[in-house]
């Protein structure tokens, strides 16, 4: 998925694409160094569908407990996003982006204590100290982007960078799934207690805790990178007024409910993404082994990737709206199939929903986005902090699965954040005036 910049990140000298007189910076290797920026967060973010299985096995967790590890996650998108905008503002981008990628490290190291101590909750708080990290360092990518090159060509460069996302959360899910749940022994932790147990969950979560210890190898790299550049961009932050301004655009109806929209798809997307490989472990499904299940998450978020080259072609056709509403339905569409039938085409119909979510969050902000004219950047700011629907979608749709008894019943609350987006891209078909209009 691709994500916003939280508000106030905006420059006197020059300014974000939607501003008057927008300048750029011609630095063709820091694109790609935020192209990768966007490779690794997209990457460690999918790894929580392959953790959620194995943190479930050894916890004994509820699919609601277990829907925990995004809500965690997902909440440092909530409560980070404006203090990242102001760490931005105070030491700029470069150095901002280091502080992301140490605070990521440091979310990766606090892996070490969690399996020591072999205990859930400090598992949680090491992944909130990971996705804030993260937050922070995509306060500052979506908006260097758009600097690094002419203002003309942003939109290519945005759509790029997504395409680079896209190839980690591919990527990132299958690799895990070797690394993380290969190793899981056959053992079955529920028919353990007392010190049996706690062995038991010290030994598995060490699987765990190596993944990210070599993340963790690999961010200080790139974070060391970035250090050395950190007085290449001389960009001057605007330091007046409050960033919580930009709260005052929720007012305006096709904005507020485009936010929304986003709250409801990265909660219906990470909570379809997070029930896959127990979804196709389920006898009447795939009836898969753990490890078998987690690499098909590849298909799920390769679907986005293909999606996106497709969808980037089909919308300078077809209206933006019309295409949501359409892909929207696509997704019911796909659930109801899912739900309703077993085995072969039970399981590949819901990581074909993968296909329909590729276009949904761009098209999303672009129609929210539509006629805010100079205040586009603050916008951004406002739907990077609606991402928090990632930690409340999933742990609703585990609830269901917990007092349904099912899965698939479970998957009619994504069905209906699918709904809600499908009226909304009827609602913005037509283009938007300009605000103050």
């Not at 007092?403 to 479970?410: I, K």
């Amino acid at each position: 998925m691709a994500f916003t910049p939280a508000p106030g990140i905006t420059s006197s000298s020059d300014p974000l694409p939607g501003t008057a007189d927008a300048g750029h910076i011609d630095a063709p290797d820091l694109r790609v160094f935020v192209f990768a920026l966007f490779f690794i967060f997209g990457g460690i973010t999918s790894l929580n569908d392959v953790i959620i299985p194995k943190l479930k096995d050894l916890f004994t967790l509820s699919y609601f407990q277990a829907m925990l590890v995004q809500s965690a996650f997902f909440a440092a998108y909530f409560l980070v996003s404006i203090p990242g905008a102001a760490i931005v503002r105070r030491f700029g981008y470069m150095r901002g982006a280091a502080i992301g990628l140490v605070t990521m490290t440091a979310g990766c190291l606090l892996f070490i204590p969690a399996s020591s101590s072999a205990t859930f909750g400090l598992f949680l708080f090491a992944l909130f100290v990971l996705a804030a990290g993260i937050t922070i360092v995509q306060v500052v990518s979506n908006p260097l982007i758009s600097l690094l090159g002419k203002p003309q060509t942003a939109h290519s460069r945005l759509t790029f960078a997504q395409a680079f996302n896209s190839l980690g959360t591919t990527i990132f899910p299958y690799v895990g799934s070797i690394v993380i749940l290969g190793s899981l022994a056959t053992v079955d932790a529920a028919s353990l207690s007392g010190a049996a147990l706690d062995a038991y969950r010290a030994a598995e979560t060490q699987v765990v805790v190596n993944t990210y210890l070599g993340l963790a190898v690999a961010l200080l790299i790139v974070a060391a990178v970035v250090w050395t550049k950190r007085n290449r961009l001389q960009v001057k932050q605007e330091q007046t007024g409050s960033i919580f301004h930009a709260f005052g655009l929720l007012r305006r109806p096709r904005f507020g409910i485009g936010a929304l929209c986003i709250f409801l798809y990265v909660g219906a997307e990470v909570a379809i993404g997070s029930l896959i490989v127990n979804y196709l472990m389920q006898a009447d499904v795939l009836g898969l082994g753990e490890q078998a299940a987690g690499k098909h998450v590849f298909l799920y978020w390769g679907g986005a990737l293909i999606g996106r080259f497709i969808g980037a072609f089909a919308l300078r056709v077809l209206s933006p709206g019309k295409v949501l509403s359409a892909v929207a339905i696509g997704a019911i569409a796909l659930i109801l199939l899912s739900a309703n039938s077993t085995g072969t085409l039970a399981g590949y119909a819901l990581l074909s929903i993968g296909l329909m979510n590729s276009i949904m969050f761009p098209t999303i902000f672009s129609l929210a986005s539509e006629g805010l004219g100079p205040r586009a950047a603050e916008g951004s700011g406002v739907i990077a902090t609606a991402i928090v629907g990632g930690a409340i979608v999933p742990p609703l749709t585990g609830h269901l699965a917990d007092v349904s008894g099912s899965l698939a019943f479970a998957l009619v609350l994504p069905a209906a954040c699918y709904a809600i987006i499908a009226c909304y891209g009827w609602y913005a078909r037509r283009p938007a005036p300009e605000l103050g209009a």
